[in-house]
C-alpha cells in the first residue's frame, strides 16, 4: 500500500515542480522583455544618448534607471535560461534557441544600438546599455553551448545505444525480435546481421550464394519464395556460392525502384544503415575538428572580416554619424578586443556546423536511405 501512495506524491511533486518552474520561467521571460523594452526606450527617445546634458539630479536619475534595468535583464535572463534548461532538458535542440537568443542579445541588440540610435559628441549610457545586453547574452550562451554540444553528442551516441528507426513504421520485419546469439558484424551481409534467424539461414540461398539482400531484391523479411525454399532445403544445392547464386529466387514482376522501396522499409536494411551512420558521424565529427584545428588562424581573420562587412552594412542605415566612443563599440572591435570572444564565436560556429552536418548525414542515410 506504501507504494503506491509514494508513487503518487512523487508525482504530484514531479507536477507542483514543473508548474513552478514553467510560472518562474513565465514570469523572468516577461520581466526581461520589459527591461529591454526600457533600456531600447531610453535609447532611441535619446535620453541615454543625451545623458552628459541633463541637469545633475537627472543624469542621477537616469543613470540609476540604466543600472536597475540592466540588472533586472540580467537576473531576469538568469532565472528564465535556469527554468526552462530544468523543464526541457531532455530536449537537447534548445540549445539552438539558446544560441540564438544569446546571438541576438549579444550581438544583434549591440549592433542596432550602435549604429541606429540617436549619438552626440558628449559621453553617452551607451556602453552601459550595450554591456548589460551582452551579459545577458553571454547567459543565454552557457546553456546553449551545454545543448549545442550534447545534442551532437547524442546523435552520435544514439546510433549505439537505440535503433534510431521507427519499427513501427517498416512494412517487412517490423515484429522481428534480434536473436539471442546473433552474429552481429559491422557493415556485414543481411546473414550477418542479427535479425537473421537461424532456421531460415541454415537453407537460405542468399545465404549460400554468400550476397546480401538488398543487392539481389529479394529476402527472406520481403518475399515469401525465399522463406519457402529456405524451409524446404532447397538453398544450398553446391559448396560454390557462385553456383547457388542460380538458386536466388528473383522477382521478375517488381521494377528496381519497387525492389528498393521495399529494402526501404525492412528492419535488416535499416538496421545495416544504423551501423553506417555509426562509422560515418564520428568520422564527420573528427573531419569537423581537424579542419577548425587547421584553419584557426583563418577562421578567425574570416570571422572579423564578416564581422567588419556587417558593421559597414548596417552603419549605411544609421541616422546620425558614429562617434568615436560609439565606433570602439562595434562588433568586430568587441571580437578582437578579446580572444577568448574570438574563439568562443568559432566554437559556436563549429558546433552549429558540426549539428548540421550530422542532420545532413542523418536525412541521406535515415530518410533518403543510400
Known amino acids: 500500500m506504501g507504494r503506491p501512495v509514494r508513487s503518487f506524491r512523487a508525482r504530484k511533486t514531479a507536477e507542483m515542480l514543473q508548474d513552478l518552474l514553467q510560472l518562474v520561467g513565465v514570469v523572468s521571460a516577461v520581466g526581461a522583455v520589459l527591461a529591454i523594452a526600457y533600456l531600447l526606450w531610453g535609447v532611441f527617445s535619446g535620453m541615454v544618448s543625451s545623458w552628459a546634458t541633463l541637469p545633475p539630479a537627472e543624469r542621477l536619475r537616469v543613470e540609476q534607471n540604466v543600472d536597475i534595468a540592466g540588472r533586472v535583464l540580467l537576473i531576469s535572463t538568469a532565472a528564465a535560461a535556469a527554468s526552462f534548461t530544468l523543464l526541457y532538458i531532455q530536449e537537447t535542440t534548445i540549445g539552438y534557441i539558446f544560441l540564438l537568443l544569446s546571438a541576438l542579445l549579444a550581438l544583434g541588440a549591440p549592433l542596432g544600438i550602435i549604429h541606429l540610435a540617436p549619438q552626440g559628441r558628449e ?25 549545442a554540444v550534447l545534442d551532437v553528442w547524442m546523435r552520435v551516441t544514439s546510433g549505439y545505444f ?58 527472406c523479411m520481403c518475399e515469401e519464395r525465399v522463406i519457402l525454399q529456405a524451409l524446404e532445403g532447397k538453398g544450398a544445392p553446391s559448396s560454390d556460392p557462385r553456383q547457388n547464386v542460380r538458386f536466388i529466387p528473383y522477382n521478375r514482376h517488381l521494377s528496381e525502384e519497387e525492389k528498393r522501396e521495399r529494402c526501404r522499409n525492412c528492419i535488416i536494411y535499416n538496421y545495416r544503415q544504423q551501423q553506417k551512420y555509426q562509422v560515418i558521424a564520428p568520422v564527420v565529427i573528427v573531419a569537423a575538428v581537424t579542419i577548425v584545428v587547421n584553419y584557426a588562424q583563418q577562421a578567425q581573420q574570416l570571422l572579423f572580416q564578416v564581422l567588419r562587412t556587417v558593421d559597414n552594412f548596417v552603419a549605411r542605415f544609421a541616422f546620425l554619424p558614429s562617434s568615436g566612443e560609439v565606433q570602439y563599440m562595434k562588433i568586430e ?26 542532420r545532413i548525414v542523418e536525412y541521406f542515410i535515415f530518410q533518403l536511405k543510400v
Open 123 to 147: 559621453p553617452t549610457l551607451l556602453p552601459a546599455v550595450v554591456v548589460a545586453f551582452q551579459q545577458a547574452g553571454l547567459l543565454c550562451l552557457v546553456p546553449g553551448i551545454i545543448f
Open 162 to 219: 537505440r535503433e534510431m528507426f521507427n519499427r513501427a513504421n517498416l512494412q517487412y520485419g517490423a515484429n522481428v525480435a534480434r536473436e539471442s546469439q546473433p552474429t552481429n558484424r559491422l557493415l556485414g551481409k543481411c546473414w550477418q546481421l542479427p535479425f537473421c534467424r537461424p532456421s531460415i539461414r541454415k537453407s537460405c540461398p542468399i545465404y549460400h550464394a554468400r550476397r546480401a539482400c538488398w543487392r539481389e531484391g529479394v529476402g
Open 333 to 358: 572591435s568587441l571580437a578582437r578586443s578579446s580572444e577568448f570572444v574570438a574563439w568562443m564565436m568559432i566554437g559556436i560556429i563549429a558546433v552549429i556546423f558540426v549539428s548540421y552536418i550530422l
